[in-house]
């Protein structure tokens, strides 16, 4: 007996992969734009392999078999090493090798933060995990500077293009990793509260004794970390092997298990007497450190860019392919909608991003550029981590059932879109440091408004926020209560004035019509009537 065929496979959209993650206007107008156009080739390349089946396999396999710690050896000397899957290492020498983690301090030419920042948001797209320890090494430089004798002892080795995985002296190794260590149980972000304390030795190191609730990268070659000294937090540099071989006293208590961010081994650590370097001043460890935590907000936004660009790729990518109801999905009114706001989102997104990158070139000689990244990224940093949750969420459904099945890959973006909105200061923080340096800097607020002002005239809906942001920071009456509305304010028109100056006329136009409205509706897939869906998604 002959039965029929009761499984053909049909209606499904084809693998996304191969695909290159630098095939994205706004980000290679914006690397031009921003000064790094000379990194074009680089990027391309990179984007290919990032989007490529060998990368992407890599990405999965981390994810899937996450790190284990091996706290003790078979004869029960304690070890404290975290064993990773092969493929993240892989990841992490593509990244080293490009330069991701170190690059703008070793070769600093005009747009090299811009070619990094680039180089970051298209190789993200194979793993998000990985790009922690890379972050964390890139933005470990700034603060190191402030003790000259041991930036000169190790900037060289963090920036070099080696990934050199291993416990041994930092000396001996062709590249290093660092890592941050500042959270506590009883503190979280306010760090003043931490009791970890540093006692001097008569050879200039000191002692340190007390409990970190999250590090992450634990496997890193050397730690920044804040202790407790006389004067008060003070940020300490830690190697994990001391210049004579020995280990420090540095212990894995455990590693957390995460909502996502599965590649990356995040810890708890112990330091039982471990030996640290002092870092600028004691009592201004704070004041040493934020000039790491200024890097990686920035590898924030770039983080959660990326997220967003992976999940309108996907749900784009699938409407195209998919039909229901007699016609591809990309083709019904409704859906349009869904998907040319999720484009919307992400490209003003990835602009803002680059023009931070580019600000961030510009910081060290132009006061007005300084000003405008601190208030910037503040505000930046708020707003488009707190979008990324619920871009995820809206792509991820435009799959339907697809999309919660874990082989789409839409489930590990889901999981991983919150942590950028956490790490380096949850919503609050954020919203409260951008009030902060309204007050401490006003030269910020200046900086705001002449660069959204640029826009001045070309759209009245823009004009109109503005306006509106102004008055809105004329009142102090309860403005902490406030914080978090007056701060997406100002990150809607910053945006909305880099899309009117650079992006697309279709984009622009709908983000103004959509985000600058007070009918503006809550979910994604709101858009109103006028705007070209069609040109706004050809750029997908």
């Known amino acids: 007996m002959t039965f029929p065929a009761t499984h053909t496979v049909s209606n499904q959209a084809p693998d996304l992969v191969p695909y290159s993650a630098a095939h994205d206007r706004a980000l290679i107008e914006g690397l031009h734009r921003e000064g790094a156009g000379w990194a074009d080739d680089e990027v391309h390349e990179l984007g290919a392999l990032a ?27 304690r070890i404290d090493e975290v064993e990773f899957h092969p493929h993240w290492h892989d990841l992490m020498t ?42 964390m090494t890139y933005a470990a430089i700034p603060a190191l500077r402030h003790n000259p004798a041991l930036a000169a002892e190790y ?27 500042m959270t506590e149980k009883q503190g979280g972000s306010d760090v003043r509260a931490n009791t ?21 990268a634990p496997m890193s070659d050397v730690f920044l970390t804040l202790a407790n000294t006389d004067a008060g937090p003070t940020c300490f540099l830690l190697p994990r092997v001391l210049p004579d071989g020995s280990r420090n006293r540095i212990r894995i208590q455990r590693l957390k298990d995460k909502l996502g961010n599965k590649s990356n081994a995040s810890s708890e650590i112990e330091y039982e007497g471990a030996v640290g370097w002092i870092v600028g001043p004691e009592g201004r460890g704070v004041s040493t450190i934020i000039d790491m935590v200024n890097m990686t907000r920035l590898d924030c936004v770039i983080g959660s860019a990326t997220g967003m660009r992976m999940a309108t790729l996907r749900a784009v990518h699938h409407a195209r392919h998919r039909k229901a109801f007699g016609a591809l999905l990309v083709d019904q009114p409704l859906m349009r909608n869904v998907l040319a706001d999720l ?5 003003a997104s990835t602009t803002m991003m680059m023009r931070l990158a580019g600000a961030t070139d510009r910081a060290t000689g132009d006061p007005q550029e300084s000003a405008l990244r601190r208030i910037a990224l503040a505000v930046t940093k708020y707003w488009v981590c707190k979008r990324a949750p619920a871009h995820a969420a809206e792509a991820l459904e435009c799959l339907g059932g697809n999309g919660y099945a874990e082989e789409s890959g839409m489930p590990r973006l889901y999981r991983e879109a919150p942590l950028m909105s956490i790490w380096e200061g949850s919503g609050n923080v954020a919203a409260l440091d951008a009030l902060r340096a309204m007050v401490k800097q006003p030269d910020t607020v200046d900086a705001f408004f002449s660069e959204v002002r640029l826009a001045e005239g070309a759209d009245s809906r823009l004009d109109q926020a503005v306006a509106r942001v102004g008055k809105e920071l004329a009142d102090l009456e309860n403005i902490e209560y406030r914080a978090r509305r007056i701060v997406e304010s100002m990150a809607l028109v910053l945006q909305g004035a880099q899309l009117v100056r650079h992006g697309s ?3 622009a136009d709908a983000f103004c019509a959509s985000r600058l409205d007070d009918d503006w509706g809550i979910a994604l897939g709101t858009l109103p009537t006028g705007v070209d869906t069609e040109a706004i998604l050809s750029r997908i």
């Open 196 to 216: 970890t304390t540093a006692t001097p030795n008569t050879d200039g190191t000191y002692t340190i004794v007390g409990h970190k609730w999250f590090t992450s």
């Open 51 to 77: 989007g490529g089946a060998r990368a992407q396999e890599w990405g999965r396999l981390a994810n899937e078999y996450p790190p284990v710690l091996r706290t003790h050896d078979r004869y029960g000397n």
């Open 343 to 347: 484009v919307v989102e992400s490209e």
């Open 155 to 181: 900037e060289p080795l963090l920036a070099a293009p080696h990934y050199d995985f291993g416990l041994r002296t930092p000396a001996s190794k062709r590249g290093l990793i660092a890592g941050m260590s």
């Open 505 to 507: 006329h279709a984009v």
């Open 94 to 135: 593509v990244a080293v090798e490009h330069g991701l983690h170190g690059a703008p301090w070793r070769d600093p030419r005009p747009g090299a933060h811009v070619a990094r920042a680039a180089k970051f948001y298209v190789w993200g797209q194979a793993d998000a995990g990985h790009m922690c320890p890379i972050s």
